[in-house]
């Protein structure tokens, strides 16, 4: 079992950044596909980015390509969301995920039902 535990979230300008960290428990981290997941108030939540377990290849929604980075570090147990570019629209919960199933190199879990354990969130909100 893992349980992912979101930090970093906060009130930046249009324009800024902002890192997000996930520090996952469990020894099985490495061996899981990490995602991140965003839900904007009165919206549905959406997918952002995933990152593999094994090659730590990456797969973004197209809204966040260029501004945003997810990444791993296996030895902290901890997955990182960097964002740059902030935008008003991207103000949301940001959810970190854990995909316990195994997915094939190719394949890159972004459906909510992929993932098997969820963070509690953290908030960011972007003044414009």
């Known amino acids: 079992q893992v349980q992912p535990v979101e930090s970093g979230g906060g009130l930046v300008q249009a324009g800024g950044s902002l890192r997000l960290s996930c520090a996952a428990s469990?020894?099985?981290?490495?061996?899981?596909?990490m995602g991140w997941f965003r839900q904007a108030p009165g919206k549905e939540r959406e997918f952002v980015a995933t990152?593999?377990?094994?090659?730590?290849?990456?797969y973004y929604a197209d809204f966040v390509k260029g501004r945003f980075v997810i990444s791993r570090d296996n030895a902290m147990n901890t997955v990182y969301l960097q964002m740059n570019s902030l935008k008003p629209e991207d103000t949301a919960t940001y959810y970190c995920?854990?995909?316990?199933?195994?997915?094939?190199?190719?394949?890159?879990?972004?459906?909510?039902?992929?993932?098997?354990?969820w963070g509690q969130g953290t908030q960011v909100t972007v003044s414009s």
């Open positions: 995920a854990a995909a316990t199933a195994y997915y094939g190199a190719g394949y890159y879990p972004s459906r909510e039902n992929e993932f098997s354990y």
């Open positions: 469990g020894r099985a981290f490495s061996t899981y596909d």
């Open positions: 990152v593999k377990w094994g090659s730590a290849n990456t």
